[in-house]
C-alpha cells in the first residue's frame, strides 16, 4: 500500500510537472509573440510619426518661405512708396529753393 501510495504521488506530481511545463512553453511562446506584436505596432507607429511631422516641416517650410517672399515684395513696396515720396519732396524743395534765389536775386 505504501508503495502504491508512493508511485500514486510520483504519478500525480509527474502530471503536475508535465501540465506545468506545457504551460511554461506555450505561456513563453505567448510572450514572446505578444513582445513582437508590441513592438511591431511601436515601429509602425513610429514611422507614422516620422511621416507625419516630415509633413509638417515640409508644410512649415513652404509656408515661411511664402511669408518671406511676401514680406519682401511688401518691403520693395514701401521702399518704391518711399522713394516716390522723397522724391516728390526732393522736387518740391528743389522748387522752393529755385523761387527764393529768383528773388533774392
Same mark, same amino acid.
Given at each position: 500500500?505504501?508503495?502504491?501510495?508512493?508511485?500514486?504521488?510520483?504519478?500525480?506530481?509527474?502530471?503536475?510537472?508535465?501540465?506545468?511545463?506545457?504551460?511554461?512553453?506555450?505561456?513563453?511562446?505567448?510572450?514572446?509573440?505578444?513582445?513582437?506584436?508590441? @513592438? /511591431?505596432? #511601436?515601429?509602425?507607429? *513610429? &514611422?507614422? +510619426?516620422? %511621416?507625419? !511631422? =516630415? $509633413?509638417? @516641416? /515640409?508644410? #512649415?517650410?513652404?509656408? *515661411? &518661405?511664402? +511669408?518671406? %517672399?511676401? !514680406? =519682401? $515684395?511688401?518691403?520693395?513696396?514701401?521702399?518704391?512708396?518711399?522713394?516716390?515720396?522723397? %522724391?516728390?519732396?526732393?522736387?518740391?524743395?528743389?522748387?522752393?529753393?529755385?523761387?527764393?534765389?529768383?528773388?533774392?536775386?
Amino acid at each position: 500500500m505504501t508503495g502504491e501510495m508512493v508511485a500514486l504521488g510520483f504519478g500525480m506530481a509527474s502530471t503536475f510537472g508535465l501540465i506545468v511545463g506545457v504551460f511554461s512553453v506555450w505561456n513563453g511562446r505567448m510572450t514572446r509573440q505578444e513582445i513582437v506584436n508590441v @513592438i /511591431r505596432e #511601436t515601429q509602425l507607429r *513610429t &514611422e507614422q +510619426l516620422i %511621416r507625419e !511631422t =516630415q $509633413q509638417l @516641416i /515640409r508644410e #512649415t517650410q513652404l509656408g *515661411t &518661405e511664402r +511669408l518671406i %517672399r511676401e !514680406t =519682401q $515684395q511688401q518691403t520693395h513696396q514701401l521702399i518704391r512708396e518711399e522713394q516716390a515720396a522723397n %522724391r516728390e519732396m526732393l522736387m518740391r524743395l528743389h522748387e522752393n529753393t529755385a523761387r527764393i534765389l529768383a528773388k533774392l536775386g
